[in-house]
């Protein structure tokens, strides 16, 4: 158990430092209205999750209870959805983009709209669905108990990494305008996260 969540938090972390929609929005804010608004998004973001998680937890239990056939089909599919996410992010811009010009809001305004974000876009269930059921360690024992130990450390992970880049934006900033190769780094960090992952799932 100890194992399969040190790998799932470093997978997790990986995935979390990379650039994407999420992190970078978390950046934006900070920057433009400073680090505890940075800190309402990701609070935001990460509240979105604890509905994901518990969909997860109760559909996967569900699943394996009707057939483990079933289940392994659904992580032969999960693999498959990790691997097309390596080949966009392989086929993907290096470079690192963000505005500093985000509209100010609130911070209950902005943890609002980072629950919001999270909860309407349907690629955060089905990431959910291809990466979690790669490290359910122990099939006859409780999912539900398995997948909510999971979603906590995703949970953890994402809320302390986003939190730190927000404290952080100003020299996170700095650094990714005056060292554009990082965004080289980070792409096949994401690859070989996504790659790595799937190639888990697969093995019996």
């Known amino acids: ?14 995935l979390a430092v ?3 929609p999420d992190n970078i929005y978390v950046l934006t804010q900070s920057l433009v209205n400073g680090t505890k608004s940075g800190i309402a998004t990701t609070a935001g973001l990460i509240s979105g999750c604890i509905v994901h998680t518990t969909l997860l937890a109760f559909g996967i239990s569900a699943i394996i209870i009707a057939s483990q056939a079933l289940f392994y089909g659904i992580k032969v599919i999960g693999a498959l959805y990790l691997l097309f996410l390596a080949y966009k992010v392989y086929k993907s811009d290096a470079s690192i983009i963000f505005t500093e010009d985000a509209p100010k809001k609130s911070h209950w305004s902005l943890f609002k709209q980072g629950v919001f974000m999270n909860l309407v ?16 360690w122990n099939t006859s024992d409780s999912t539900v108990y398995q997948i909510f130990i999971l979603g906590g450390t995703f949970m953890a992970v994402s809320f302390l990494t986003f939190s730190t880049i927000a404290i952080l934006a100003g ?14 780094v980070l792409k096949w960090l994401q690859i070989v996260v996504f790659v ?3 190639i888990y799932i697969l093995i019996p």
């Not at 876009?121 to 669905?129: G, R, S, T």
């Not at 020299?171 to 080289?184: C, D, E, P, Y």
């Open 196 to 198: 790595g992952t799937a």
């Open 121 to 136: 876009n349907p690629k955060v269930m089905i990431f959910f669905l291809a990466f979690f059921p790669a490290f359910i």
């Open 171 to 184: 020299s996170i900033s700095s650094f990714l305008k005056t060292n554009k190769q990082i965004g080289v």
């Open 18 to 20: 990379s650039p994407g």
């Open 1 to 14: 158990m100890f194992e399969t969540l040190l790998s799932f938090s470093l997978a997790t972390l990986a």
